[in-house]
T-cell receptor
Framework: DQQVKQNSPSLSVQEGRISILNCDYT??????FLWYKKYPAEGPTFLISISSIKDKNEDGRFTVFLNKSAKHLSLHIVPSQPGDSAVYFC?????????FGTGTRLKVLA | EAQVTQNPRYLITVTGKKLTVTCSQN?????MSWYRQDPGLGLRQIYYSMNVEVTDKGDVPEGYKVSRKEKRNFPLILESPSPNQTSLYFC????????????FGPGTRLTVT
């Protein structure tokens, strides 16, 4: 049973446009949500997080939105840059455990 | 430089031959964790540790052991590896669990034949 789902395996976006990556979860006990970016042959790197008591968090070009009633979060990247091309994982945390989604491969076209 | 190191980076072994993958962090982090990444399954947590001598199971602990005798080190032990443990393994650390960002190591690609 996949508690955290990223239903889009891949996404292509033109440089300068907005990238929207989506994530759904089933467990209402999750209290933090995080996004990580992963380049090939490297470990994931942290991008941004949000507490379950908030609905939005911004950091530069990255904004995460949380809709608790829909159990849905999204990552917006504006403007998208070619260097953003990577695999993006959403993760949810509860009681020191982390559940990751399966990832979305983002390709930003120059 | 703040980092998480893993060794070895690549390992090919045979079924049943005990192995240890080491993980070390130099950031004085309390929390450490092991993950495996498999195609179509994303990252799955194997074990985590909240502090020295405090460890607990993640989502997929079967076939693995861990220990946390020192704050900086968190080795992953496969007592009797099997082919279904062929995977890409990542160690991670963070100041604490929860909202704190995890710093990941570069990964260890393990093949069990």
């Amino acid at each position: 049973d996949q508690q955290v789902k990223q239903n889009s395996p891949s996404l292509s976006v033109q440089e300068g446009r907005i990238s929207i990556l989506n994530c759904d979860y089933t467990n209402s006990m999750f209290d933090y949500f995080l996004w990580y970016k992963k380049y090939p042959a490297e470990g994931p790197t942290f991008l941004i997080s949000i507490s379950s008591i908030k609905d939005k968090n911004e950091d530069g070009r990255f904004t995460v939105f949380l809709n608790k009633s829909a159990k849905h979060l999204s990552l917006h990247i504006v403007p998208s840059q070619p260097g953003d091309s990577a695999v993006y994982f959403c993760a949810a945390s509860f009681d020191y455990k982390y559940i990751f989604g399966t990832g979305t491969r983002l390709k930003v076209l120059a | 430089e703040a980092q998480v190191t893993q060794n070895p980076r690549y390992l090919i072994t045979v079924t049943g031959k005990k192995l240890t993958v080491t993980c070390s962090q130099n950031m004085n982090h309390e929390y450490m964790s092991w993950y495996r990444q498999d195609p179509g399954l994303g990252l799955r947590q194997i074990y985590y540790s909240m502090n020295v001598e405090v460890t607990d199971k993640g989502d997929v602990p079967e076939g693995y052991k861990v220990s946390r005798k020192e704050k900086r080190n968190f080795p992953l032990i496969l007592e009797s590896p099997s082919p279904n443990q062929t995977s890409l393994y990542f160690c991670a650390s963070s100041l604490f669990g929860g909202s704190y960002e995890q710093y990941f190591g570069p990964g260890t690609r393990l093949t069990v034949t």
